[in-house]
Structure formats: structure tokens, C-alpha cells
């Protein structure tokens, strides 16, 4: 099944594209090399920013010795930055060359402000991010010795379905939130409205403009059959935003702790860097230690912390590698993606390096449904934003021109695309309809795969369990929705056996 909206070239049967093409099954799977380069290029764009984020959330905050990463007493964003662009484009391009499969990966978002606020301020950074590298090894064990692909297969087609589709939400509404399209109500305490549209009410700033510019013209152009639209959506809407920087100089949106200027920038400036080159340094790899924080916390709490992450990062790459796969038209006759195992793999091996590397978990990104949008169909394109994040440890001040407002909109015309799935649902059949509502609206609503994944599966065997109908239930099912009834109830667990 391959998502609405997009085109593929018919399949090329004269064997031109030498090599690439026969290694990537680039013709086979009806792209061209320029489809790829350019997947590869929209998905670099539209997930960059961890390359900025990332040293803001885990580079700003001290752990329990009140050092900050690297050793230091002051905080060192460029030595956070470089290794985060290192550890994406290594893992990115093994993904690519391993799996084929156009799906990138970097530093988890959530993940490393859990290991940033909730673990290191616990113990050492070293000790955190030991845990991370723990993690990361415990769900290769399970990949390898075929457990988490069997759960996959657990998992009915309609549900299946409906992790595409809510993660299509999801994506939308991240878009639509880091553009200020969607902002957070300041005063939520006192009103029944948690978000609310734009800046009081209505939109503001000229950031906010480029965001519209940016999506009419991708909705222009992919309703011309444009090739390329996203790319030059991105491209167009980065343009437009420096001469605006240029002329209006409206700086950021984060004044101070607390504070946001409802009508700055999200996140980087966009204007012409002073200097365009930056020497990385790399000392944060293999900054960690294994078992320092089972003396630190304890083994109990070095377990939860572990479970916790645990959890998160099998069930996220579950979703993901699915919708991606679903987009692409990946998927093989049991909704499984194509080459679903050496995907694993490559995830799990992401997520121990990334904790390596003292850059927390790195797990698969939805955003590389953008470039699936744009054409992407095999690992090339993942080759591709690979080397951009390679070329990104030297170029960090180019990869800071690209603001939210100009590579959101991608997100919020992938998210539709990814929406059109959702008449693969069998809405008439409440044993399904039911955990597949949920799956797809706790997505968004909780800003979490893993909640509405274990919403879906936890509601889903207890509608059959209620009906009798539990021999119909896959037993792997059974084990799974009892973690995810341990992973919510986590929190009174960890204060019952004295956790902080």
C-alpha cells in the first residue's frame, strides 16, 4: 500500500544505474536516483534541528555532581552538537546500507530529556548514559533472537493500520506546534482550553508567515504533480525566512526560562552565518560507564530507568519502520515492512551507540516520512541525509539556518498523506474500532507513540478477554499489554518500593 499523493517512476527493466541502482533496487522499486537524493535531502531538512535541540536539552542540565556533559561546569553545546550529528549519520547510513530501507535516525526526542531530567539528575552523566547503552544492548538481544519481530507479527493488521495513521497525526500536530500554529495556553490552569491557535487567538509574527507560505506552496505544487515540492517548499520557505530575519532582525522566541515571544523564531535564526565551517571535537564518545549507576541508585531503580527506556524505544521503532513502510509501499503481505528484521538491528544498535557516544538513545524518526513523500522508496535516500549529518559536525552553522517555521510545513502535508491510511480500518467492528480510535487520537493528544500503541494493545485484549474471545488473542499480545500496564502504572509503582 503506498500513500496517496505521492508519484513513482514505472520501474526501469534496462539495468541503466550501474551499481546504486542494482544494490539499492532502485528501479526495482519504481524510484530514480534523483527521487532518492532528493528523499534523502527533505528528510535531512525536516529533522536537522536535533542537531540544535539536543545540546539544549541534554548539554543544559547538570547531573547529581553538578557537572554538565563532558566533564565541565559550564555547559559545551558544540561538543553535544557534534557528536549528535556524528552518531545520526553513522547509524543513518548503516540503516541505509544494511536495511535499504529510507529511514533515518538520530537522538530520540523525549528520550533524552527522560535520561536528561529523570536519570542523570540522579548520578553521573557517565552512569545515564551507561543505562542507554544497557538499553540499547537488552533490545538487540531481543532482536536478534527474533522477539520483537514476533510481537510484530502479534499485532492485528488493524492495528497495525491504526499506528500509521495516528503517528500521521502525531507528526502533523508536532509540525503545527513547533511552527506556532498550535501553541500552549499560558494560562491552562484557569481555562478549559489547553492550546489554543496562534498567539492569543490568532496568528502572529512573521515566522508564522513563512510557516503559511511554506505549506500553501507545497499544497500548490503536489496538487500540480510537481516533483520535488517538498524540497522546494523547504528550500523556498528557508529563503523567504532569511530576508525576513534580514530586514525585520525578530531574533528568537526563547528570551528567558519560563518566557516565549509568540512572535520570534521556534528554534535556529535563520540568517547567513559569520562563519560557515566549525572544527568538531568528539570528545564525548565512549564518555560512559555500564554499572556505575546500579551503586548510585540502586538495582531496583537502575532497572526501572532501564524498563522505562526500554519500552519507549521497542515500541517507537515498532510504529515507525510501519508507517514509513505503509508510505513507501514497503509493506509485505502480513503488513510487515520489508527487511523488518535487519531494521531492528540496525535500531538497536542506534540506540547502544547513541548512549556510546553520550548523546542518549538514537532511535528512528517519523520525519523520514517527508522524504518518503518526496519519493524516497529504498536506503539510498538514508545514505544521503547520513552524509548531510556527517557534513553537519563540520557545518554546524549551516544546518542552523533552516528554521522550524520553514521545514514544518513538510511535516503537516506528510501527516495527511499518512491520514489517507485510515480507511484500512474496519470502523463497523467495535472489537478493533475501539483500540484503534484510541491508538490513533493518544497519539497526538499525549504527544507519545509508545502511549497510544499500549492504549491500543491493553484495550484490544481486554475487549476480547470481556467478549470470550481470548484464544484469539496471540499470547505474545497477553505479555506485552501486562507491560504496558506495568510501564503506566510506573510511577505509583516507583513510589510504593521508595523510587524517586
Known sequence: MSGSGTQTAAPRTDGRGGGLDSFFRISERGSTLSQEIRGGLVTFFTMAYIVVLNPLIIGTVPDADGKFLGGGSTPDLALVAAATALVAGVVTILMGVVANFPLALATGLGLNAFVAFSIASQMSWADAMGLVVIEGLIILVLVLTGFRKAVFHAVPTGLKTAISVGIGLFIAFIGLVDAGVVRRNPDASNTPVPVGFGAGGELAGWPTLVFVVGLLAIIVMMVLKLRGAILIGIVGATALAIVIEAIADIGPSFIAPGQVNPHGWGLNVPKLPDSWVETPDFGLLGNFSLL???????????????????????????????????????????????????????????????????????????????????????????????????????????????????????????????????????????????????????????????????????????????????????????VVSALFVLYFALNPLQQLLGVN
Open 292 to 478: 556505575g549507576s546500579w551503586d548510585r541508585v540502586g538495582v531496583i531503580a537502575a532497572l526501572l530507568f532501564v524498563f522505562t527506556l526500554l519500552l519507549a524505544d521497542f515500541f517507537d521503532t515498532m510504529g515507525t519502520m510501519t508507517a514509513i513502510g505503509a508510505e513507501a509501499g514497503l509493506l509485505d503481505e502480513e503488513g510487515a515492512p520489508i527487511g523488518a528484521q535487519r531494521i531492528l538491528v540496525v535500531d538497536s544498535i542506534a540506540a547502544a551507540a547513541g548512549g556510546a557516544a553520550s548523546v542518549s538513545s538514537n532511535t528512528s524518526y517519523i520525519e523520514s516520512a517527508s522524504g518518503v513523500g518526496d519519493g524516497a522508496r529504498t536506503g539510498l535516500a538514508s545514505v544521503v541525509t547520513g552524509v548531510l549529518f556527517l557534513l553537519a559536525t563540520f557545518l554546524a552553522p549551516v544546518v542552523a539556518i533552516v528554521p522550524y517555521e520553514a521545514a514544518t510545513p513538510a511535516l503537516v502535508v506528510v501527516g495527511f498523506l499518512m491520514m489517507t491510511q485510515v480507511r484500512g480500518i474496519d470502523w463497523d467492528d467495535m472489537e478493533i474500532a475501539i483500540p484503534a480510535f484510541l491508538t490513533i487520537v493518544l497519539m497526538p493528544f499525549t504527544y507519545s507513540i509508545t502511549v497510544g500503541i499500549g492504549a491500543g494493545f491493553c484495550t484490544y485484549v481486554l475487549i476480547k478477554a470481556v467478549r470470550g474471545k481470548s484464544a484469539q488473542v496471540h499470547p505474545l499480545l497477553w
